[in-house]
């Protein structure tokens, strides 16, 4: 995440606040933790929910000018009532407290998927889907800014809505422009609304409010700046670290200072723990309880949910590769957990130890462990995962299965290949480590 630029506060009636969000996905189905404990069910189910009160209670604290949402508000273009009563009620917080709401639709929540009509407090401006609308704000003559938006018609939009948006008019005050969209790479994202930073900047803009990335990412500093506030709450080990909004201050000159600030009530995050130098299980259990007790510490008050891979080699390697040890070791470490505000729920182990052999000197030998690693090692070549690739490309062309599967990397594919040689040499070598 990028470290944000000092926040002040307004200093004059010409400078502009406001909260600058996207990607609630209100709703998002968490799925596999229910199963551990209804009562973390329940956390998780409401945590989309959680954050998106916070980003309104963060604004009526702050006494904003207005809130910016950048698309996908809900998860699905459906939008659930009881999401939607939400939506309003929180909305209505904020009307409530003179604070004004411009949405932008996107591609989870464009304007021809509404299933139910909620009508909107006073104070929330929509934009529309057919061509980019500017709204000044306050509506009346005493112009402070203006903004300048356009929402998801239909849910595939492979337009690039950037180029449709009007430059910046020259008695116009400072301009923020909102919108769902891909610019650049996209990090991983379905390229809707792709768009290049240089179609940003022909605007002449002050701000771009963008959403569709769910990760915080400054884009530009200033001149203009360009932001993706990212998503107010992760929802899988996709989505690890804080998550939030950006409060944002415009200078009626231009210049902007913006500060993150985190909204989740769940964290996700990974952890590796080496079993180099562990002579027993008991050894490991300390070990993750130690890191359990580091994440609740760093966690700033709110729930985690981590996984733990464990590498390298050594005796407790032979353990693992027992059938139900890591389970035995997840219920072992999961034991008294609670769902305390600052819970730390392991959700998984992943056991990509090794075992404790020589790879070198085994390498050498001219038996099948011998054989074992050479084969190993000459499917780790770059040339030879792009032949694996090619073997599997009947599987992922297939009709019925192809929608589940994604392209395997080479990462993946070495660590495929590095499983597949430890779960022999432990057929075949066991405890013996010469």
Avoid at 37 to 51: H, K, M, N, V
Avoid at 158 to 172: H, I, Q, T, V, Y
Avoid at 220 to 247: H, L, T
Avoid at 335 to 351: Q, R
Wanted: glycine share 8%; hydrophobic share 35%.
């Amino acid at each position: 995440m990028p470290a944000p630029l000092e926040q002040t506060p307004p200093s004059n009636r010409t400078d502009i606040r406001f909260i600058h969000a996207a990607d609630l996905h209100l709703g998002t189905p968490f799925t596999g933790i229910s199963k551990f404990s209804p009562e973390f069910g329940d956390i998780l189910a409401y945590a989309t929910y959680r954050a998106f009160e916070e980003i309104v209670s963060l604004a009526i604290r702050e006494q904003v000018n207005f809130l910016l949402i950048s698309g996908d508000i809900y998860d699905s273009e459906e939008r659930r009532i009881y999401g939607q009563l939400i939506v309003r009620k929180q909305l209505q917080r904020l009307s409530d407290a003179g604070i004004r709401t411009y949405i932008a639709f996107g591609n989870h929540d464009p304007l021809d998927g509404w299933s139910a009509h909620i009508s909107w407090p006073e104070g929330v401006h929509v934009m529309p889907g057919d061509a980019p609308e500017v709204a000044y704000y306050p509506a009346d003559d005493d112009r402070m800014a203006a903004i300048v938006g356009m929402s998801f018609a239909r849910k595939a939009v492979s337009e690039n809505l950037a180029s449709r948006f009007p430059s910046k008019g020259r008695d116009w005050p400072v301009t923020i422009g909102l919108l769902h969209c891909t610019a650049g790479a996209g990090g991983g994202h379905v390229p809707y609304a792709p768009c290049s930073v240089e179609d940003l900047l022909q605007s002449g803009y002050d701000y771009w409010a963008l959403g569709h990335i769910h990760t915080p990412v400054v884009l530009r500093e200033n001149n203009p700046a360009i932001i993706y506030s990212g998503n107010p709450q992760g929802r899988d080990f996709g989505e690890c670290g804080p998550r939030g909004c950006y409060i944002v201050t415009m200078k009626e000159s231009g210049t902007v200072v913006y500060d993150f600030i985190e909204t989740c009530r769940i964290r996700w995050e990974e952890h590796e723990i080496s079993i180099e130098g562990m002579e027993d299980t008991n050894a490991l259990i300390t070990a993750m309880e130690g890191a359990i007790a580091d994440i609740r510490a760093n966690a700033g008050g709110k729930g985690t949910i981590c996984r733990f891979t464990l590498t390298g080699r050594g005796p407790v390697h032979a353990v693992l590769a027992r059938n139900g040890a890591t389970e035995e070791i997840l219920d072992a470490v999961r034991e008294g957990e609670c769902p305390a505000p600052d819970f730390v729920l392991t959700e998984k182990i992943i056991d990509r130890t090794e075992h404790p052999v020589d790879r070198e000197s085994v390498a050498c030998r001219t038996d099948i462990v011998g054989d074992i690693i050479q084969i190993s090692d000459c499917l780790m070549q770059e040339d030879t995962t792009d032949t694996i690739r090619g073997e599997l490309s009947e599987l992922y062309e297939n009709p019925r299965v192809k929608r589940h599967l994604e392209m395997l990397t080479d990462d993946e594919i070495v660590t495929l290949v590095r499983e597949a040689e430890t779960y022999l040499l432990d057929q075949f070598v066991g405890d013996d480590s010469e």
